[in-house]
Protein backbone atom coordinates (compact mmCIF):
# COMPACT_ATOMS: atom_id res chain seq x y z
CA UNK A 1 0.00 0.00 0.00
CA UNK A 2 2.73 2.15 0.86
CA UNK A 3 4.58 1.51 -2.50
CA UNK A 4 1.33 2.68 -4.53
CA UNK A 5 0.76 5.79 -2.16
CA UNK A 6 4.31 7.21 -3.49
CA UNK A 7 3.70 5.67 -7.13
CA UNK A 8 0.33 8.12 -7.02
CA UNK A 9 2.42 10.90 -5.52
CA UNK A 10 4.44 10.49 -8.45
CA UNK A 11 2.15 10.51 -11.01
CA UNK A 12 0.62 13.68 -9.51
CA UNK A 13 4.02 15.10 -9.44
CA UNK A 14 4.88 14.37 -13.19
CA UNK A 15 1.66 15.71 -13.84
CA UNK A 16 2.08 18.94 -12.14
CA UNK A 17 5.77 18.86 -14.16
CA UNK A 18 4.34 18.79 -17.10
CA UNK A 19 1.67 21.07 -16.63
CA UNK A 20 4.12 23.46 -14.89
CA UNK A 21 7.32 23.24 -17.81
CA UNK A 22 5.45 22.76 -20.88
CA UNK A 23 5.87 25.25 -23.84
CA UNK A 24 2.73 26.90 -23.73
CA UNK A 25 0.81 28.14 -27.39
CA UNK A 26 1.75 31.84 -26.25
CA UNK A 27 5.96 30.87 -25.80
CA UNK A 28 5.36 28.65 -29.57
CA UNK A 29 3.73 31.87 -31.28
CA UNK A 30 6.24 34.01 -30.13
CA UNK A 31 8.91 31.93 -30.84
CA UNK A 32 7.84 31.65 -34.59
CA UNK A 33 7.30 35.24 -34.40
CA UNK A 34 11.50 35.63 -33.75
CA UNK A 35 11.93 33.12 -36.47
CA UNK A 36 9.76 35.07 -38.81
CA UNK A 37 11.17 38.41 -37.67
CA UNK A 38 14.98 37.21 -38.63
CA UNK A 39 13.63 36.30 -41.97
CA UNK A 40 12.42 39.32 -42.90
CA UNK A 41 14.44 41.60 -45.41
CA UNK A 42 15.82 44.50 -43.91
CA UNK A 43 14.27 47.98 -44.94
CA UNK A 44 16.48 49.86 -47.09
CA UNK A 45 15.84 53.85 -45.63
CA UNK A 46 18.02 55.64 -48.14
CA UNK A 47 16.60 54.75 -51.32
CA UNK A 48 14.49 57.84 -51.88
CA UNK A 49 18.14 59.48 -52.21
CA UNK A 50 18.21 58.40 -55.78
CA UNK A 51 15.18 60.76 -56.28
CA UNK A 52 15.86 63.28 -59.10
CA UNK A 53 14.73 66.36 -56.99
CA UNK A 54 17.72 65.02 -54.66
CA UNK A 55 20.13 67.89 -56.35
CA UNK A 56 17.63 70.34 -54.36
CA UNK A 57 19.59 71.32 -51.92
CA UNK A 58 16.11 72.06 -49.52
CA UNK A 59 14.66 69.02 -51.27
CA UNK A 60 17.90 67.38 -49.78
CA UNK A 61 17.48 68.80 -46.43
CA UNK A 62 14.08 67.45 -45.88
CA UNK A 63 14.80 64.71 -47.28
CA UNK A 64 18.13 63.96 -45.49
CA UNK A 65 15.82 64.42 -42.44
CA UNK A 66 13.37 62.49 -43.08
CA UNK A 67 16.36 59.92 -43.22
CA UNK A 68 17.49 60.34 -39.68
CA UNK A 69 14.24 60.50 -38.42
CA UNK A 70 13.46 56.93 -40.20
CA UNK A 71 16.98 55.56 -38.76
CA UNK A 72 16.28 56.90 -35.21
CA UNK A 73 12.79 54.72 -35.23
CA UNK A 74 14.82 52.20 -36.87
CA UNK A 75 17.54 52.09 -33.85
CA UNK A 76 15.36 52.82 -31.27
CA UNK A 77 12.65 49.36 -32.58
CA UNK A 78 16.08 47.06 -32.60
CA UNK A 79 17.04 48.35 -29.27
CA UNK A 80 13.86 47.52 -28.14
CA UNK A 81 13.54 43.89 -29.46
CA UNK A 82 17.18 42.88 -28.62
CA UNK A 83 15.90 44.18 -24.68
CA UNK A 84 12.64 42.03 -25.37
CA UNK A 85 14.49 39.29 -26.80
CA UNK A 86 17.28 39.23 -23.73
CA UNK A 87 14.37 38.85 -21.19
CA UNK A 88 12.85 36.02 -22.77
CA UNK A 89 16.19 34.48 -23.22
CA UNK A 90 17.12 34.94 -19.26
CA UNK A 91 12.99 33.40 -18.43
CA UNK A 92 13.66 30.19 -21.02
CA UNK A 93 17.70 29.96 -19.36
CA UNK A 94 15.60 29.76 -15.77
CA UNK A 95 13.00 27.80 -17.08
CA UNK A 96 15.44 25.01 -18.60
CA UNK A 97 17.78 25.01 -15.69
CA UNK A 98 14.52 24.55 -13.33
CA UNK A 99 13.22 22.18 -15.70
CA UNK A 100 16.60 19.88 -15.14
CA UNK A 101 16.47 19.87 -11.59
CA UNK A 102 13.03 18.64 -11.41
CA UNK A 103 13.93 15.88 -14.08
CA UNK A 104 17.05 15.06 -11.85
CA UNK A 105 14.96 14.56 -8.99
CA UNK A 106 12.10 12.93 -11.11
CA UNK A 107 14.75 10.31 -12.11
CA UNK A 108 16.42 9.53 -8.94
CA UNK A 109 12.66 9.23 -7.07
CA UNK A 110 12.22 6.72 -10.11
CA UNK A 111 15.28 5.10 -9.58
CA UNK A 112 14.41 4.80 -5.66
CA UNK A 113 11.00 3.14 -6.66
CA UNK A 114 12.57 0.99 -8.91
CA UNK A 115 14.92 -0.27 -6.33
CA UNK A 116 12.14 -0.52 -3.93
CA UNK A 117 9.90 -2.75 -6.64
CA UNK A 118 12.43 -4.48 -6.99
CA UNK A 119 12.88 -5.28 -3.20
CA UNK A 120 9.53 -6.30 -2.75
CA UNK A 121 9.24 -8.35 -5.43
CA UNK A 122 12.42 -10.58 -4.30
CA UNK A 123 10.44 -10.24 -0.69
CA UNK A 124 7.19 -11.47 -2.12
CA UNK A 125 9.38 -14.57 -3.99
CA UNK A 126 11.06 -15.33 -1.77
CA UNK A 127 8.06 -15.48 1.26
CA UNK A 128 6.42 -17.58 -1.67
CA UNK A 129 9.57 -19.86 -1.81
CA UNK A 130 9.78 -20.25 2.23
CA UNK A 131 6.08 -20.80 2.71
CA UNK A 132 5.08 -23.92 3.28
CA UNK A 133 4.19 -26.67 -0.04
CA UNK A 134 0.55 -26.75 0.54
CA UNK A 135 0.66 -22.70 -0.48
CA UNK A 136 -0.52 -21.76 -3.44
CA UNK A 137 1.32 -19.09 -5.88
CA UNK A 138 0.13 -15.82 -5.12
CA UNK A 139 -3.53 -14.98 -5.44
CA UNK A 140 -5.08 -13.18 -8.38
CA UNK A 141 -5.04 -9.62 -6.52
CA UNK A 142 -1.65 -9.80 -5.98
CA UNK A 143 -1.05 -10.35 -10.01
CA UNK A 144 -3.25 -7.58 -10.44
CA UNK A 145 -1.23 -5.23 -7.80
CA UNK A 146 1.70 -6.51 -9.90
CA UNK A 147 0.56 -5.83 -13.18
CA UNK A 148 -1.09 -2.53 -12.15
CA UNK A 149 2.08 -1.31 -10.59
CA UNK A 150 4.24 -2.31 -13.91
CA UNK A 151 1.19 -0.45 -15.73
CA UNK A 152 2.23 2.39 -13.51
CA UNK A 153 5.93 1.90 -13.99
CA UNK A 154 5.51 2.09 -17.91
CA UNK A 155 3.48 4.75 -17.85
CA UNK A 156 5.98 7.07 -15.91
CA UNK A 157 8.34 5.99 -18.30
CA UNK A 158 6.34 6.80 -20.83
CA UNK A 159 5.92 10.76 -19.50
CA UNK A 160 9.51 11.21 -18.70
CA UNK A 161 10.26 10.43 -22.13
CA UNK A 162 7.61 12.63 -23.00
CA UNK A 163 9.23 15.63 -20.73
CA UNK A 164 12.50 14.87 -21.99
CA UNK A 165 11.37 15.30 -25.46
CA UNK A 166 10.09 18.52 -24.02
CA UNK A 167 13.20 19.06 -22.76
CA UNK A 168 14.86 18.48 -26.22
CA UNK A 169 12.42 20.66 -27.30
CA UNK A 170 13.31 23.38 -24.69
CA UNK A 171 17.00 23.11 -26.05
CA UNK A 172 16.22 23.49 -29.59
CA UNK A 173 14.09 26.61 -29.20
CA UNK A 174 16.96 28.00 -26.70
CA UNK A 175 19.34 27.36 -29.46
CA UNK A 176 17.19 29.30 -31.78
CA UNK A 177 16.91 32.07 -29.45
CA UNK A 178 20.38 32.12 -28.89
CA UNK A 179 21.42 32.61 -32.53
CA UNK A 180 18.18 35.65 -32.78
CA UNK A 181 19.97 36.95 -29.80
CA UNK A 182 23.23 36.89 -31.51
CA UNK A 183 22.04 38.39 -34.69
CA UNK A 184 20.12 41.12 -32.63
CA UNK A 185 23.33 41.96 -30.92
CA UNK A 186 25.55 42.09 -34.33
CA UNK A 187 22.53 44.20 -35.49
CA UNK A 188 22.86 46.57 -32.88
CA UNK A 189 26.56 46.92 -33.27
CA UNK A 190 26.21 47.15 -37.01
CA UNK A 191 23.43 50.15 -35.66
CA UNK A 192 25.96 51.73 -33.73
CA UNK A 193 28.33 51.44 -36.31
CA UNK A 194 26.43 53.22 -38.82
CA UNK A 195 25.57 55.62 -36.43
CA UNK A 196 29.00 56.56 -36.12
CA UNK A 197 29.49 56.85 -39.95
CA UNK A 198 26.29 59.03 -40.01
CA UNK A 199 27.47 61.78 -37.56
CA UNK A 200 31.24 61.73 -39.38
CA UNK A 201 29.32 62.10 -42.75
CA UNK A 202 26.94 64.99 -41.13
CA UNK A 203 29.95 66.68 -40.25
CA UNK A 204 31.52 66.50 -43.43
CA UNK A 205 28.03 67.70 -45.06
CA UNK A 206 28.24 70.77 -42.88
CA UNK A 207 31.69 71.37 -43.53
CA UNK A 208 30.89 71.33 -47.19
CA UNK A 209 27.21 73.28 -46.59
CA UNK A 210 29.96 75.87 -45.20
CA UNK A 211 32.23 75.93 -48.21
CA UNK A 212 29.44 76.15 -50.81
CA UNK A 213 27.97 79.03 -48.98
CA UNK A 214 31.38 80.78 -49.01
CA UNK A 215 31.82 79.81 -52.82
CA UNK A 216 28.35 81.53 -53.17
CA UNK A 217 28.93 84.64 -51.37
CA UNK A 218 32.44 85.35 -53.81
CA UNK A 219 30.21 84.64 -56.70
CA UNK A 220 27.97 86.96 -55.48
CA UNK A 221 30.80 89.36 -54.73
CA UNK A 222 32.06 88.67 -57.82
CA UNK A 223 28.93 89.25 -59.78
CA UNK A 224 29.20 92.78 -58.33
CA UNK A 225 32.51 93.41 -58.57
CA UNK A 226 31.67 92.97 -62.67
CA UNK A 227 28.66 94.82 -62.50
CA UNK A 228 30.96 97.72 -61.27
CA UNK A 229 33.53 97.06 -64.14
CA UNK A 230 30.27 97.72 -66.58
CA UNK A 231 29.27 100.67 -65.29
CA UNK A 232 32.88 101.74 -65.21
CA UNK A 233 32.62 100.94 -68.71
CA UNK A 234 30.34 102.58 -69.49
CA UNK A 235 31.01 105.68 -68.05
CA UNK A 236 34.24 105.45 -69.74
CA UNK A 237 32.43 105.32 -73.07
CA UNK A 238 30.07 107.92 -72.23
CA UNK A 239 33.67 110.54 -71.21
CA UNK A 240 35.19 109.56 -74.61
CA UNK A 241 31.99 110.40 -76.24
CA UNK A 242 32.30 113.55 -74.52
CA UNK A 243 35.56 114.62 -75.14
CA UNK A 244 34.85 113.78 -78.73
CA UNK A 245 31.98 116.06 -79.10
CA UNK A 246 33.93 118.94 -77.13
CA UNK A 247 37.16 118.32 -79.36
CA UNK A 248 34.48 118.95 -82.49
CA UNK A 249 33.72 121.42 -80.87
CA UNK A 250 37.00 122.87 -80.56
CA UNK A 251 37.99 122.80 -84.00
CA UNK A 252 35.08 124.51 -85.08
CA UNK A 253 35.84 127.54 -82.37
CA UNK A 254 39.63 126.99 -83.65
CA UNK A 255 38.62 127.27 -87.24
CA UNK A 256 36.56 130.20 -86.88
CA UNK A 257 39.54 131.77 -84.74
CA UNK A 258 41.75 131.51 -87.56
CA UNK A 259 39.31 132.55 -90.53
CA UNK A 260 39.72 135.71 -88.16
CA UNK A 261 42.51 136.59 -87.91
CA UNK A 262 41.82 140.36 -87.48
CA UNK A 263 39.69 140.46 -84.45
CA UNK A 264 41.91 137.23 -82.97
CA UNK A 265 44.73 137.87 -80.65
CA UNK A 266 48.23 135.80 -81.73
CA UNK A 267 48.45 134.60 -78.07
CA UNK A 268 45.09 133.54 -78.19
CA UNK A 269 45.67 131.32 -81.16
CA UNK A 270 48.57 129.43 -79.57
CA UNK A 271 46.99 129.05 -76.43
CA UNK A 272 44.12 127.63 -78.09
CA UNK A 273 46.40 125.37 -80.36
CA UNK A 274 48.11 124.40 -76.86
CA UNK A 275 44.71 123.21 -75.48
CA UNK A 276 43.91 121.45 -78.60
CA UNK A 277 47.23 119.73 -78.57
CA UNK A 278 46.62 118.58 -74.88
CA UNK A 279 43.07 117.50 -75.70
CA UNK A 280 44.43 115.66 -78.69
CA UNK A 281 46.70 114.10 -75.54
CA UNK A 282 44.29 113.24 -73.58
CA UNK A 283 42.02 112.11 -75.82
CA UNK A 284 44.92 109.58 -77.25
CA UNK A 285 45.25 108.82 -73.37
CA UNK A 286 41.32 108.15 -72.94
CA UNK A 287 41.01 106.39 -75.41
CA UNK A 288 44.26 103.66 -74.79
CA UNK A 289 42.70 103.70 -71.59
CA UNK A 290 39.16 103.14 -72.45
CA UNK A 291 40.80 99.83 -74.57
CA UNK A 292 42.88 98.92 -71.62
CA UNK A 293 39.74 98.93 -69.58
CA UNK A 294 37.76 97.40 -71.96
CA UNK A 295 40.29 94.73 -72.76
CA UNK A 296 40.54 94.10 -69.05
CA UNK A 297 36.89 93.88 -68.15
CA UNK A 298 36.62 90.83 -70.89
CA UNK A 299 39.23 89.11 -69.89
CA UNK A 300 38.33 89.17 -66.08
CA UNK A 301 34.94 88.13 -67.30
CA UNK A 302 35.97 85.47 -68.99
CA UNK A 303 38.35 84.28 -66.70
CA UNK A 304 35.85 84.77 -64.48
CA UNK A 305 33.38 82.86 -66.17
CA UNK A 306 35.61 79.57 -66.37
CA UNK A 307 36.53 79.87 -62.92
CA UNK A 308 32.61 79.75 -62.15
CA UNK A 309 32.38 76.69 -64.42
CA UNK A 310 35.44 75.19 -62.72
CA UNK A 311 33.73 75.99 -59.21
CA UNK A 312 30.34 74.44 -60.71
CA UNK A 313 32.07 71.22 -62.14
CA UNK A 314 34.11 70.77 -59.10
CA UNK A 315 31.14 71.50 -56.61
CA UNK A 316 28.80 68.75 -58.68
CA UNK A 317 31.48 66.08 -58.54
CA UNK A 318 31.43 66.63 -54.68
CA UNK A 319 27.60 66.44 -54.21
CA UNK A 320 27.85 63.56 -56.37
CA UNK A 321 30.49 61.97 -54.32
CA UNK A 322 28.80 62.69 -50.98
CA UNK A 323 25.61 61.02 -52.15
CA UNK A 324 27.59 58.15 -53.30
CA UNK A 325 29.28 58.02 -49.69
CA UNK A 326 25.71 58.15 -47.92
CA UNK A 327 24.51 55.60 -49.74
CA UNK A 328 27.10 53.60 -49.43
CA UNK A 329 27.52 54.12 -45.59
CA UNK A 330 23.62 53.80 -45.47
CA UNK A 331 23.27 50.67 -47.67
CA UNK A 332 26.80 48.43 -47.24
CA UNK A 333 28.00 49.01 -43.30
CA UNK A 334 31.03 46.58 -44.23
CA UNK A 335 32.53 49.74 -46.79
CA UNK A 336 35.96 49.65 -47.02
CA UNK A 337 36.34 53.17 -45.41
CA UNK A 338 37.29 53.42 -42.19
CA UNK A 339 34.83 54.28 -39.60
CA UNK A 340 36.82 57.79 -38.29
CA UNK A 341 37.52 58.52 -41.95
CA UNK A 342 35.98 62.18 -42.83
CA UNK A 343 35.13 63.23 -46.71
CA UNK A 344 37.56 65.28 -48.26
CA UNK A 345 36.45 68.59 -49.05
CA UNK A 346 39.20 70.54 -50.87
CA UNK A 347 40.15 73.80 -49.71
CA UNK A 348 38.25 76.31 -52.34
CA UNK A 349 39.10 79.97 -52.38
CA UNK A 350 38.11 82.60 -54.37
CA UNK A 351 39.87 86.17 -54.93
CA UNK A 352 37.65 89.02 -55.67
CA UNK A 353 38.89 90.55 -58.87
CA UNK A 354 38.71 93.89 -59.12
CA UNK A 355 39.71 97.47 -61.57
CA UNK A 356 40.70 100.66 -61.21
CA UNK A 357 39.50 103.05 -63.82
CA UNK A 358 41.99 106.17 -63.96
CA UNK A 359 39.06 108.21 -66.18
CA UNK A 360 38.71 111.16 -63.39
CA UNK A 361 41.91 113.22 -65.25
CA UNK A 362 40.46 113.32 -68.49
CA UNK A 363 37.02 114.07 -67.62
CA UNK A 364 38.29 116.92 -65.48
CA UNK A 365 40.58 118.33 -67.88
CA UNK A 366 37.45 117.44 -71.16
CA UNK A 367 34.99 120.10 -68.56
CA UNK A 368 38.28 122.47 -67.75
CA UNK A 369 38.56 122.80 -71.62
CA UNK A 370 34.89 123.37 -72.43
CA UNK A 371 34.59 126.29 -69.87
CA UNK A 372 37.65 127.53 -71.53
CA UNK A 373 35.43 127.14 -74.90
CA UNK A 374 32.63 129.29 -73.49
CA UNK A 375 34.79 131.62 -72.19
CA UNK A 376 36.55 132.20 -75.60
CA UNK A 377 33.14 132.67 -77.10
CA UNK A 378 31.63 134.99 -74.44
CA UNK A 379 35.01 137.13 -75.68
CA UNK A 380 34.78 137.12 -78.90
CA UNK A 381 30.75 137.98 -78.70
CA UNK A 382 32.48 141.29 -76.71
CA UNK A 383 34.65 141.78 -79.41
Not at 161 to 174: A, C, F, H, N, S
Not at 181 to 207: G, H, M
Not at 257 to 272: D, G, M, Q, T
Request: net charge positive.
Amino acid sequence: MQLEKQVELLKKQLADLHGKFALTEADRKRLSGLLEERNLPQSKPNDHLNHPNAEDPKTYSSVNQSVQESLAVHRETEKNELKRMQREAVDFKRKLVALQKDLDAKDAQIDKYRKQLSTGQKRSNADVHDSSPKLNWPTSDDREIHKKREHEIRRLQKSMETIRGELQQVKQDKHKLQLELNDANERASLATKKAVVEKNDQKSIAVLRRKVDNFLSDASRDAATIQCLKNELQAAQEELRYETEARAKFEELAAQAINRNNHVPKSEVVRLQQQLQECNLQLRQAHAEADETRRNAQKEIQELKNWCAQLRERQDKQMHDMEVALRNSSTDPQRNRPTGEKVQVPDLQMKTLSRKYTGGKLLASARSSHQTNNGTQEQEKKD
